[in-house]
């Protein structure tokens, strides 16, 4: 197998290109097929992050505004950066029912319903820094999934996979926004991408689909508005401020169900992250999710996304469901 030494690297652009089609080949192998390089020095814009905490449109995220300077800056997140690769994972299923499509009550978020999305997406990460480093054994690198501050958005727009929608969700053109999103930080340079063009022209249809209208052109998502901050990040029972979660009773997908970019996108998701299969024990209705048993979610739920609210939290959510009048105003 070839080697490469750092310093070749940085020399000749054609070294470059034959690593990069290297990885390529390895991360396709692994099912990473979407995958792109970003120039760390097009770092994201302090004054749109700084804006957004100080209008508390990060709600009781507080981790957010902790870790800023490491968000905004990747050297500090991890010294010596030369390229940051950037992969975007389908997750959107064919598979319909399960509380996943609409008309469904209650609905759970597609995104919840497979295996959990940050060890599928590590696990796949950690095997290509093992393999870029049997390539470049100086090489070192830092795995980002969604929880390492890290504005995991605009990297993957920097690297030419998708550009950030009005609904604040990164759209790629065959997938859609049922895209995960996960980084390789590495301290050898590759070729960069071009950042991609945004196409919601003047689209505004996430915006007014917004059953809580958290959604807006200007400022972004304010999440003490959003549905999924509520009934997924929020811990505790609910307040005054909690806006109607009807029918959602885990994440929700209102800003992307409308996405025309959704409606054509293809069914090509990580083997770990179908659905799992459904089976007579699983809740139905939202009055069975609110007596869902501690034994039902460990054998059914732990390890999906759902972990993170844990059973109490959604037995809360729907119970909060069942005492919100519907559109009648009946409760
Ligand atoms: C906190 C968080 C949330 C919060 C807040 C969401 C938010 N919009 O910030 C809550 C709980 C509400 C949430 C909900 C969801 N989340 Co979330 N979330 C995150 C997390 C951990 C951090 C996001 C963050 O830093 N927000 C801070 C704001 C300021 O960042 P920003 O809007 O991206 O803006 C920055 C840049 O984009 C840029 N920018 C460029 N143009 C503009 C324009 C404006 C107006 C602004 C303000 C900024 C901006 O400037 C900003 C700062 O430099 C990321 C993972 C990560 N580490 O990035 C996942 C992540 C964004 N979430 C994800 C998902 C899947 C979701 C949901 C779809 C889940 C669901 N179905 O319920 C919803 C979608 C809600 C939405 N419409 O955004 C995916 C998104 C994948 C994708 N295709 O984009 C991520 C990337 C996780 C992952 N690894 O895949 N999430």
């Not at 390229?83 to 029912?97: D, E, F, K, L, M």
């Amino acid at each position: 197998m070839t080697t490469w030494r750092k310093a070749e690297l940085i020399e000749n652009l054609q070294a470059r290109q034959a690593l990069l089609s290297r990885i390529r080949t390895f991360a396709t192998e692994l099912e990473l097929k979407r995958l792109g390089v970003a120039d760390p020095t097009l770092k994201p814009e302090p004054e749109l992050l700084d804006r957004w905490l100080a209008e508390g449109r990060d709600a009781g995220m507080s981790y957010l505004g902790r870790h800023r300077d490491l968000r905004l800056s990747p050297e500090r997140f991890f010294p010596g950066v030369a390229a940051i690769i950037s992969v975007a994972v389908g997750y959107r299923s064919p598979a319909r029912g399960q509380g996943t499509g609409p008309g469904d009550d209650p609905r759970i978020s597609c995104y919840a319903r497979g295996d959990d999305y940050h060890k599928a997406i590590k696990d796949r990460l950690f095997l290509l820094l093992a393999e870029i480093k049997k390539m470049v054994p100086e090489v070192k690198g830092r795995v980002a999934v969604d929880t390492a501050p890290v504005l995991e958005r605009h990297w993957a727009e920097q690297a030419g996979l998708g550009w950030i929608g009005r609904n604040r969700c990164l759209i790629t053109t065959d997938l859609g926004s049922w895209v995960f999103l996960g980084e390789l930080f590495l301290d050898i340079p590759l070729p960069f991408n071009s950042a991609a063009e945004n196409r919601c022209g003047t689209c505004r249809r996430c915006l007014e689909s917004c059953p809580t209208t958290a959604l807006d052109d200007v400022n972004g998502l304010d999440s003490r508005a959003c549905i999924a901050y509520w009934n997924v990040e929020y811990r505790g029972e609910f307040t005054a401020e909690t806006p109607h979660l009807s029918p959602w009773l885990f994440g929700c997908d209102a800003c992307q169900d409308v996405c025309p970019w959704n409606q054509k996108a293809s069914f090509d998701l990580l083997s770990d992250l179908h659905p799992r299969g459904g089976t007579n024990e699983m809740p139905q209705s939202t009055e069975d999710w609110s007596r869902l048993t501690d034994r039902l979610f460990t054998s059914h739920l732990a390890a999906t996304a759902m972990e993170r609210t844990g059973p109490d939290g959604l037995r809360r959510n729907a119970r909060r469901i069942l005492a919100e009048p519907d559109r009648d105003g009946k409760v």
